[in-house]
Every structure is written in structure tokens, then in C-alpha cells.
């Protein structure tokens, strides 16, 4: 069956980086793009962008895109999303969600798995 | 960017009960919407896709329609495990969430 398998909860201090992991397993990890989320609480889902799995091709949220990368390890299956200059605001549950491979272009998709979720926590 | 509005925010309702939410978007998006049920801790689980296409293995009690700016999710009997919170999501334009609806026990 598909799953979404995310790393464990982090701790930061204002300023750091943070780097969260998602592997999935039960599909062919190719044929799919991941995209990442992030839901403070209390709050909306917020989508942050996704990768093209396939090609390894990105495309940022504006609000995010200075400072997140997303890259993938086709081998191992997994993707992942770094977050840098954390801010407190950037304390969230994040997740990775699959949706069909998007190329280019601003059309998005339906989410239809998504990981457990990965909480950061941005405090000092 | 396109902006969902959901409504009513909070909803009271018993087992049983047909439960209609409203999701508005800021501008035409077609038939690119899809709804989602959250439960506290929990990852968002798809139900509806193409505002009224069904998610395989969701339940016939869920139920989409609309197209353009306004959209509606029917519960048409609601189940004890029903009681959560129900988002729509915009994906013509990338990807917008709706503020939410709490589903609650009356």
C-alpha cells in the first residue's frame, strides 16, 4: 500500500536550519510528484511547493521561496525539505502529500496520500 | 492568488443529521476543487476530488458539487465518525486550503 513515511520531530533555535525527510514506499516513487505543507496550529494547511520526482524540477511557493529547497533521492525513494532562517512563526506540522507529476506552469492537484506530518518547533 | 472561503466555520450537528458546507473561491476554478476531513493529530485524508468525484474507499454518505466560484460537501447522514474538521482546496492555480469547518456534536 502507499505510504509516506516522514523523519521525527525537530527543535530549533531562531536562525538555524531544519531539514525534514519523506520516503515513500508502495508506488513507483517516479511517477509522482511530492509536494510539502505546512499547517500551524490552529490554521490551514498552507502548501510551500512541490518536486518533480522524475526530473528533480521545483516550483516554490512565493511566500517560501527564499528560503526552502526541496531536492529527492531517487534511489532511496525519498524527499526531501529544507527550511532555512527559521523564524518562531515557522513552528508548524509539516507534510509531504503526492499529487500526479507536475511539470511547469502554475496548475496544482488533489492530494490523495500524505504523510504523518513532522513537527518543528522554532524557539530559543 | 485565489482565496477559499468556507462557511458556516463551526457546525453543531447530531448523528444523523444532514450536514451541508459551503466553500466560495475568489475567482473561477472549474471543477479543480477537492475536500478533505482532519482529525485532531492527524494528516488530512482526501474524500472528494474534481468537486464531486469520489475518493475509492470513502464512504457514499460524502457527496461534491459546484463548479466556477461555489462549491458544496454533503454528508447526507452523519456518523459518529464524522465529527472533525472539513477543508476545500483550490488547485487550478497552485494550491489555496479553506479556513476549515468544525463538524462538532450538538
Known amino acids: 500500500q502507499v505510504q509516506l513515511v516522514q523523519s521525527g520531530a525537530e527543535v530549533r533555535k531562531p536562525g538555524a536550519s531544519v531539514r525534514v525527510s519523506c520516503q515513500a514506499s508502495g508506488y513507483t516513487f517516479t511517477s509522482y510528484s511530492i509536494n510539502w505543507l505546512r499547517q500551524a496550529p490552529g490554521q490551514r494547511p498552507e502548501w510551500m511547493g512541490w518536486?518533480?520526482?522524475?526530473?528533480?524540477?521545483?516550483k516554490y511557493s512565493q511566500t517560501f521561496q527564499d528560503r526552502v529547497t526541496f531536492s529527492r533521492d531517487t534511489s532511496a525513494t525519498t524527499a526531501y525539505m529544507d527550511l532555512r532562517r527559521l523564524k518562531s512563526e515557522d513552528t508548524a506540522v509539516y507534510y509531504c502529500a503526492r499529487t500526479i507529476l507536475l511539470s511547469f506552469g502554475d496548475l496544482g492537484d488533489y492530494f490523495d496520500y500524505w504523510g504523518q506530518g513532522t513537527l518543528v518547533t522554532v524557539s530559543s | 492568488d485565489i482565496q477559499m472561503t468556507q462557511s458556516p466555520s463551526t457546525l453543531s450537528a447530531s448523528e444523523g443529521d444532514r450536514v451541508t458546507i459551503t466553500c466560495r473561491a475568489s475567482q473561477s476554478i472549474s471543477d479543480r476543487l477537492a475536500w478533505y476531513q482532519q482529525k485532531p493529530g492527524k494528516a488530512p485524508k482526501l474524500l472528494i476530488y474534481?468537486?464531486?468525484s469520489l475518493e475509492y474507499g470513502v464512504s457514499s454518505r460524502f457527496s461534491g458539487s459546484g463548479s466556477g466560484t461555489e462549491f458544496t460537501l454533503t454528508i447526507s447522514s452523519l456518523q459518529a465518525d464524522d465529527f472533525a474538521t472539513y477543508y476545500c482546496q483550490q488547485y487550478n492555480s497552485y494550491s489555496t486550503f479553506g479556513q476549515g469547518t468544525k463538524v462538532d456534536i450538538k
Open positions: 474534481k468537486s464531486s
Open positions: 518536486i518533480n520526482t522524475a526530473n528533480g524540477n521545483t
